[in-house]
């Protein structure tokens, strides 16, 4: 599966942004498909993940309630909602996924064989 990532842009603080993951190739239903960012100078860590069949989400715990991972089966896309942004939310996103990944192995980039190219997320005032 080929994965686009798109939607980034420069916001204010409190803001919302909505980045998108296009799947081609093949059905993206069938992945559980993840989010994850990389601010600069520091390691790529989870954002988000939602899982194959049943849709369960997670959340790293410094976006819980803020941001939304969802997908839209039709559009073969998975997104992610992000409301009252923060500075430190900036960072460049990648959408991940893959058909094998296990629960245990959710946060792990090495749970991922599929990248999308990043999107840059910038939270200034």
């Known amino acids: 599966v080929q994965l686009q990532a798109s939607g980034g842009g420069l916001v204010q603080p409190g803001d919302s942004l909505r980045l998108s993951c296009a799947a081609s190739?093949?059905?993206?239903?069938?992945?559980?498909a993840s989010w994850f960012r990389q601010a600069p100078g520091k390691e790529r860590e989870f954002v988000a993940a939602i899982w194959r069949r049943q849709g369960s989400t997670y959340y790293a715990d410094s976006v819980k309630g803020r941001f939304t991972i969802f997908r839209d089966n039709a559009k073969n896309t998975v997104y992610l909602q992000m409301n009252s942004l923060k500075p430190e939310d900036t960072a460049v996103y990648y959408c991940?996924?893959?058909?094998?990944?296990?629960?245990?192995?959710?946060?792990?980039?090495?749970?991922?064989?599929?990248w999308g190219q990043g999107t840059l997320v910038t939270v200034s005032s």
């Open positions: 190739g093949r059905t993206l239903s069938t992945y559980s």
């Open positions: 991940a996924a893959d058909e094998h990944a296990i629960l245990s192995s959710v946060r792990d980039i090495r749970g991922y064989d599929n």
